[in-house]
């Protein structure tokens, strides 16, 4: 490694140079502690301000050590530089994001006090991917902390049990992970970098985000998409137009190799630094090779080209969904209600889960899917109400065959409930799940829907997905139970009867013209 001078630096220089570096802040703590005692006797506000400025990072060191950013990964220190603090870096998968938010910290644990999080959506992955791994070049990522900067622990500041890196200032770095989250609460970081946050629990960044505020520190949301999932998405659309945020999205084609690799030359017993080739992060060579080795477009949309309009892991309707978006089958005015013709409903009944109600017009072949609506805690009459407002005449109204199960103190079914308030169900027929998820796929081709009625119906399809089985890593053959799985139940049950509802020209009373009344 070459040094300030220009002359290549040895193991044993390197060795040297620590040693007078941590002698020259041997007495750090002394002070600290001495600060802190001063604090407990009272300080005046001036002697209090050049106490915090003299104990404020270790000048001198230049990082980022044995890494050289990128021209898409400077962009982002120089953001940092004008004041932005709150960031998200959705780059393509080998885009070098954890290596760039490691060094990122680094530069920040130099130059301000305290503690800083890496967090993944679970702490086996960052141990996995980032505390025990090595970079594409062969450099483990641990060693970017330098060893002139770490306390001298014999392990070079880390801390293996609890994944932590201290610097000689007390700045202390830790991997953590989003599936234990009481390990987050209880901590006072200053800033945090959240990795593959599209596959992280909503509730990690609520919980950290007062500590954040609080200390006027920084947060990044790093991570490639997993379609339009409910985490990295709705952050990604509501920052829009926000300037306090940075936001960069690229492809594996939009950015290049244009950094740095350092290797260890054993003949010169130093890291040398090599320049990138300059290529894109993937070529269309690669590209192809990915398609022939059996990777979807979906797939490759998603992790190369961090498209959102990808289906997410898993998703049983992802590519449909999909494909009913670029074909405009999704939008408003595709699927108005023709007051013409009567209306169908199919109901998913939740007791203690969501109740969901999808309403739709045949055409012909065609599907006209107009409204959506769900709720859950309220009584069936509730929903009544609901549809008597809507201005339809209704044809058929088909619920599932637990229909007829008793409930309540009252002994009676939800069927006999909604033959008392006017409302004579159809039973959907009780098959398999396999063969109602395939009735969905054969039909999705035939459906228009109507937005923004039926946003929250769509979504509900878009991140119906199979349990994923982590000790196999391969997905299950069950569907994950969520607020979501709901309303993809309920078109499920409309995909096993759409072909048996016939009548959408028969004329029908609307649900106004009947004499019951069941809101005294």
């Not at 530089?81 to 994001?97: A, D, H, L, V």
């Not at 000689?168 to 945090?192: C, F, H, T, W």
């Not at 459906?447 to 890593?473: D, M, S, T």
Request: glycine share 10%.
């Amino acid at each position: 490694m070459k040094n300030g001078g220009g002359k290549t630096e040895t193991r044993e220089h390197r060795r040297e140079r620590a040693r007078r570096y941590r002698a020259k802040h041997a007495d750090y703590h002394r002070h600290q502690k001495a600060y802190e005692a001063r604090l407990k006797t009272g300080l005046t506000a001036k002697k209090e301000a050049e106490a915090k400025e003299a104990l404020a990072g270790l000048p001198g060191f230049p990082l980022p050590y044995l890494f050289t950013f990128r021209h898409y990964q400077k962009a982002v220190e120089e953001a940092f530089q004008t004041g932005i603090r709150r960031f998200i870096t959705i780059w393509p998968r080998g885009g070098g994001k954890d290596n760039f938010w490691l060094n990122f910290i680094a530069k920040r644990m130099q130059e301000r006090v305290g503690t800083y999080y890496h967090v993944y959506p679970e702490l086996n992955m960052g141990r996995r991917n980032l505390w025990e791994a090595y970079s594409n070049d062969g450099f483990r990522f641990l060693d970017h902390f330098p060893r002139e900067l770490c306390v001298d622990n014999g392990q070079r500041g880390r801390n293996r049990t609890e994944m932590t890196v201290t610097f000689i200032n007390g700045s202390k770095y830790q991997v953590m992970g989003a599936d234990e989250p009481d390990r987050l609460r209880g901590g006072n970081p200053i800033g945090v970098a959240f990795s593959e946050y599209a596959w992280t629990a909503r509730s990690a960044w609520p919980i950290i985000q007062p500590r954040i505020i609080q200390n006027k520190g920084w947060v990044s949301f790093n991570s490639t998409p997993d379609g339009r999932d409910e985490a990295l998405y709705p952050l990604w659309k509501n920052s829009d137009g926000d300037k306090e945020w940075y936001r960069s999205i690229e492809t594996g084609k939009s950015i290049f190799k244009d950094g740095g690799i350092w290797k260890y030359s054993v003949e010169t017993d130093s890291w040398v630094e090599e320049k990138e080739n300059g290529e894109p992060v993937y070529t269309d060579p690669q590209i192809d090779e990915l398609r022939r080795s059996g990777r979807s477009e979906d797939w490759i949309a998603q992790e190369i080209f961090c498209s959102f309009n990808g289906s997410r892991v898993g998703a049983y309707y992802g590519q449909w969904i999909t494909r009913a978006r670029s074909e405009g089958r999704i939008k408003h005015g595709v699927a108005p209600w023709d007051p013409r013709y009567g209306v169908s409903v199919v109901f998913d009944l939740g007791f203690t889960d969501y109740t969901c109600i999808w309403f739709f017009q045949r055409w012909g072949q065609r599907i006209n899917v107009i409204d959506y609506f769900q709720d859950s805690g309220q009584p069936f009459g509730y929903y009544v109400k609901v549809m008597r407002e809507k201005p339809y005449r209704y044809n058929r109204y088909w619920a599932p065959h637990d229909v007829h199960q008793h409930h309540g103190a009252s002994g009676k079914s939800t069927y006999d409930v909604a033959r008392d308030c006017g409302i004579t169900f159809d039973v959907v027929p009780n098959l398999p799940l396999t063969d109602g998820i395939n009735a969905v796929r054969a039909l999705l081709p035939r459906c228009f829907f109507e937005e923004p009625n039926c946003g929250l119906g769509v979504e509900c399809l878009e991140r119906y997905r199979a349990i994923f089985n982590k000790r196999l890593e391969e997905q299950g053959t069950h569907p994950v139970h969520d607020k979501y799985s709901h309303g993809a139940d309920a078109f499920r049950y409309l995909a096993l009867v759409v072909d048996e509802d016939q009548g959408e020209n028969r004329r029908v009373a609307t649900m106004s013209d009947g004499e019951f009344e069941i809101f005294p």
